[in-house]
């Protein structure tokens, strides 16, 4: 299962919505010292939006952010009368490289993994996702990790669960594709035999 988190980079106010109640909430009661704080850094804290995760955060027909986790960041934009400093990245990996070196500020969504504890600090998940997987559809019956010896899976490149079956199922034959896309079109064609992803992004792909 994924969990779905804001991710604040250290030094930032940690602002935590509640997914049922967030969109007819007041504001947020904030100390003179945090509404301060925000005035001082309106328009200035770097924050990235992944490019290809639809339907969850992905780019539209012109270049800006859609999605559920845009929608969310907008609505914490509202609430705060506050900007972010919007920064465009081509891939998740590149999110990754930026939040390791420290160049971006905040990422809008993603999965805590003990690796990236090492350089980003975390929310509490707001929003839990399956994971699914992929095949063609002449492949019959049910499927697990533990019955996919020999199987060319994919998993887009630094994605959560990429690292978890790697740590879990090391005798599995992972591929990285670029983004989930790219990977259901590959099983779609034969070249994979399966691809794993969370179920409204295989949906929405599909």
């Not at 328009?43 to 969850?56: A, E, I, N, S, Y």
Request: hydrophobic residues 45%; aromatic residues 8%.
């Amino acid at each position: 299962m994924r969990h779905i988190s804001f991710i604040l980079i250290s030094g930032l106010i940690g602002v935590y919505f509640c997914l049922t109640s967030c969109l007819h909430a007041a504001a947020p009661d904030l100390t003179a010292e945090e509404e301060a704080w925000l005035k001082d850094h309106d328009g200035k804290v770097r924050l990235v939006h992944t490019p290809d995760w639809p339907p969850l955060d992905f780019l539209g027909e012109n270049g800006e952010p859609v999605g559920m986790v845009a929608d969310y960041i907008r609505l914490i934009q509202k609430k705060l009368n506050f900007k972010f400093k919007v920064v465009p990245v081509e891939s998740w990996t590149e999110m990754l490289d930026r939040a390791r070196a420290g160049t971006i500020d905040v990422i809008s969504a993603g999965q805590e993994t003990e690796d990236r504890k090492k350089f980003m600090r975390w929310s509490s998940p707001f929003l839990n996702l399956k994971t699914t997987i992929i095949v063609r559809k002449e492949l019959k019956g049910e499927l697990s990790l533990s019955k996919m010896q020999g199987m060319k899976i994919g998993v887009a490149e630094a994605y959560a669960v990429g690292e978890f079956i790697r740590q879990n199922y090391p005798d599995l034959i992972m591929i990285n594709v670029d983004n989930p896309q790219e990977g259901i079109r590959q099983v779609s064609f034969g070249e994979l035999d399966a691809m794993i992803t969370e179920v409204p992004n295989a949906l929405y792909i599909i």
